[in-house]
């Protein structure tokens, strides 16, 4: 597929995936899109996107699909329940997932795809929103080297950072792993905070003080 754009297919085109959507289409691929919100999937169209009625109709046309809902269900139904990406995927095709799920959820589909000839790569993005509006997410992912490389084209639309972690569900890890971290330093800040605001100290101000210290860190951003 040298010199070719891929034509994507994302599932899930909410607060994440409309503004990846937008990324792909100025890159210049062609975009399906599915989502089970009229409205989202009004934005998705106008932002020039294609509008399938299931996932399987996805799987007619994109060489590239992207899963980024929100539960584990939700991406095991949208993938291989009725009227599922896997009835009409082709061999070849790229299955990313960018929702937040268990290992073992990526790898079971990774078996599935892979007996249709496809392939699973599990990508799984950080930094939020803004940064998804920005194009600057960081995606952590697993796969082979061969389907990590192509994920790569698509995902440098709209990620600034690409983690490459290891095997499918390596990804998942990763995001395990900067998920728990992030909430011991919320829980930190919280109890800092709190401790602080006893002595009448201006928390604003404490606040942009030690973003130039050591104790700096993004949760506090």
Sequence with gaps: MAGEKETVGIIGVGRMGLPMLRHLRKQGHDVWARDLDDKQLAEARNAGAKIAATPAEIGKHATFVIAITVTDAQVNEMLTGKDGLIETVRPGTIVAVSSTVSPETVQALDEKFRAKGADVLDAPLCRGRQ???????????GGKPDVVTRGRAIYGAFCSDIAHLGNVGHGQVGKAMNNMLLWINSIG??????LAATTGIDLPTLRDALQLSSGKSQALE
């Excluded at 940064?131 to 992912?141: I, P």
């Design 189 to 194: 800040l919280i109890e800092a905070g709190q």
């Design 131 to 141: 940064y998804a509006d920005e194009g600057t997410l960081l995606a952590l992912v």
